[in-house]
């Protein structure tokens, strides 16, 4: 599993950006669908494999999911936890068997995805890759409960007291056990329509997650929900959070006039800890412990904030260009950024003639710059991350790289995974998630 952002979206379509990954709900009767697993199934209890640094080049098997532009897992083990409009289904990597299914109680939103009869032709194959990049759909977050590993989903729909609510939906992780369901029905949704409403939980640290709420390019608000209970603490419509660092958060508002502000809250109530105001030409991102930064109406450049204080950690001076993507994997110690020729254009985040390309390793425990590879020495577009490894597509195929010192690890042909673990590798594929096993 891995975190990418990208430094070069505008704030002015922050939300609409924030919202391709975020959740959508469908009709549902609130049942649970759960299939034993049969004993030379089950898991190991044993850590998980190291990341792999191979995958087969032919898929084992297709997650359906309909069309997506990136995986709506989170991968647990041999467990894939697959969010859809209505609700999650955990999926067994080694046999491609659904486990367990969770719905909410109350009716989603909108309609499941429902695959077209027949082989698409090529227009329709184009339409079904249009709409995969419309839809709303989250990656359920891996979260402790109560000194389980657990996950976390959102999904919006029908209220009791009011037409909109988001019903919060928390599994064991390992066994696909329902913990809960909690229905949440916030003012923020109080007089919105349905359409293209997203809800996807962002962080959770110490039994508290925050949930973003948000609609194409329009903050809603942010919703901090405490695991343990369950229950709803706190609600902000003025704050939409993008980024979290163990109990504190980061996020950005809308200035009244214009522009916008960035500014830091507390995860256990939602209080502002610090602010700083931007025109609203800038890019947001959330990367590891930082809020990456950039104004490009003022000369500062790119910068990385740190979460909790809203303290200047890096900038140009450190290697940060304009248009690098941040990289955390999951269960590692480093965050990456590297540049991309995809953020080339008049985005307004092109400093004409400011050095494109490279990457630069940070530790996230204190900021240290790791390493740092100029453009010609650094090949491919990174794909995935996971632990401190690197997963990068070449014209080659596959380079893995040390997410520490930025050495290449190995080399093979065949896929770049969007998602890994030690167990496979996941690319979205056609109508739904392809998944390689790990080639050791």
Known sequence: MSTRTNMSSRALAVAALLALAA?????????????SRQPSEAPAASEEPPAATAFATDAAFSIETGPVRHPPVALHRQ??????????????LATGKDVTRLKPERRPLHEAWQDPLGRPDEDEAAELEQQGAQRRLPRPLLARIGGTQAVVAAVPVRGQRQDLAVEILAANAETGERLWRLLVEPEVLADESAAKLSAPVLHAHDGKAVVQVAKDDRILGSLGVDLDEPKLVWEREDFLAMAGSGDELAGMSFRDGGGIRVLGAMLADGEPTWSEDSSKYASIAPCGPWLAFEDFEDEKGPRLVEVGSGEVTHTRDDGLVSGMSCWEGEGGTTVVLAASDESDGDDGSDKGGEERGGAI?????GGKVLWQLPSEEWEGEVSASYEDRLYLKTGEGLAVRDA?????????????????????????????????PADR
């Open 79 to 92: 467990n894939a936890w697959v969010a859809d409009e209505t609700g999650l289904t955990m999926v067994d």
């Open 404 to 436: 520490r010192t930025g050495e290449v690890l190995g080399k093979a042909p065949g896929i770049a995974p969007q998602q890994v673990n030690g167990y496979a590798g996941l690319v979205a594929a056609g109508n739904g998630v392809d998944v390689h």
């Open 361 to 365: 390793g940070l530790d996230t425990a």
């Open 23 to 35: 959740a959508c709900g469908g009709d549902g009767d609130g049942d649970e669908r759960r299939t």
